[in-house]
DNA sequence: TTAAAACGTTGCCATAGAGCAATGTTTTTG
DNA sequence: CAAAAACATTGCTCTATGGCAACGTTTTAA
């Protein structure tokens, strides 16, 4: 149930099984179903989340009804709608299940707990925030500058498991493009 | 010379300024001019930055020749090509002043070091990272969903202060649409 | 296992924004 | 302060993408 864990916090800091183990009980296994929602837009979002199995989807639907897909969540990825969990204010984001998803949840209270106490966790964390912020630098220069098509390229290069793993009508959400543009494109490759 | 600073930081945390004065001289003043270079494409970034006036923008130049600009720093900012910080790679980015603009520099060792020694720094970091974080997802939605008229008005309401004191090629940069489009755009206000 | 629902593809037309050129305005700099 | 450079605006045309409709295929669920 916690190998994953052990091995993401193992790959990034110095730890041993002994510590992990003293903490590692915040952290408690759900199991959700293809398409549950773990997050819904309007609700205050109380929880940090780490991937086992499965994909989760962070999106928002704007003024028109469009879903725009922000991030997916993979095996051994964490993520949380960060804007709520931080200010628990109401999440304009959704967050719901791909596929069958087999989760860690943690309490915001119990995260911020070992965030301020244990130092591999602190570490951990400015890791997910560096790594979140890098990623979002280059999805904005991407949306900004590329056209669809180049943006799909890119995809292909270095996100391959998106491609693979995921409906079409999923990716066009994540390209910010409608599923008849994506259909096309992949027509010209 | 470190008195917005340690209102930022004292803003963020609990400081004293004995304790700030401990470690400010990290932090060394620096003026630029007008278009002057902070950091080049291809250079690696070794430093972090603080903005006492002035201000930065944060940009790449695109396979078209197209600037895009990701981020301003305008006063008590902080700003960097993290992504270089971090790993020491060459840069996809450059800073370059849009004034006239007064800084203080402090390096990436000297940065780190402060980040795992001081508290209040650790948490100024984290702090810095989850506010770049959320505004990066803000700007991917905005982005990813918004015609650019949309976003238009949306700078307006959260961001008047790029408005105001920017150039429309600058702003049309930094919304990823054409200076001409912008022109039209504001028409249309 | 089969009917219903969701998804993917493609033709057609509509539209937002790009890009060039021409012109006037503002800013820069010697 | 004057000449040069950069910037802003607007007409015209072109292109990438949107959105609907139709149709075949895949997935879902009773």
New binding site residues.
């Given amino acids: 149930m916690y190998e994953l864990l052990f091995k993401y916090i193992q790959n990034k800091t110095e730890i041993d099984e002994k510590t992990f183990s003293e903490f590692c009980h915040y952290f408690k296994p759900k199991m959700v179903k293809?398409n549950e929602y773990i997050l819904r837009e309007g609700e205050v979002c109380r929880y940090n989340i780490f991937v086992n199995t499965g994909c989760l989807k962070f999106y928002l639907v704007n003024d028109?009804g469009k879903e725009l897909i922000r991030y997916f969540a993979f095996e051994s990825k964490f993520g949380t709608a960060l804007s709520s969990l931080i200010t628990q204010n109401p999440s304009s984001e959704y967050i719901q299940a791909i596929e069958k998803t087999e989760l860690l949840v943690i309490s915001r209270q119990d995260f911020f707990y070992l965030v301020d106490t244990v130092p591999q966790i602190n570490f951990i964390y400015r890791d997910i925030l560096e790594m979140a912020y890098l990623t979002s630098q280059e999805r904005i220069y991407g949306l900004q500058g590329q056209?669809?098509?180049q943006q799909l390229k890119w995809l292909m290069t270095y996100q391959p498991k998106i491609l693979s793993r995921l409906?079409?009508?999923v990716i066009a959400s994540y390209l910010?493009?409608?599923?008849?543009?994506?259909?096309?494109?992949?027509?010209e490759l």
């Fill in positions: 293809k028109e056209r669809a098509l409906s079409n009508k910010g493009v409608t599923p008849y543009t994506l259909s096309r494109l992949k027509s």
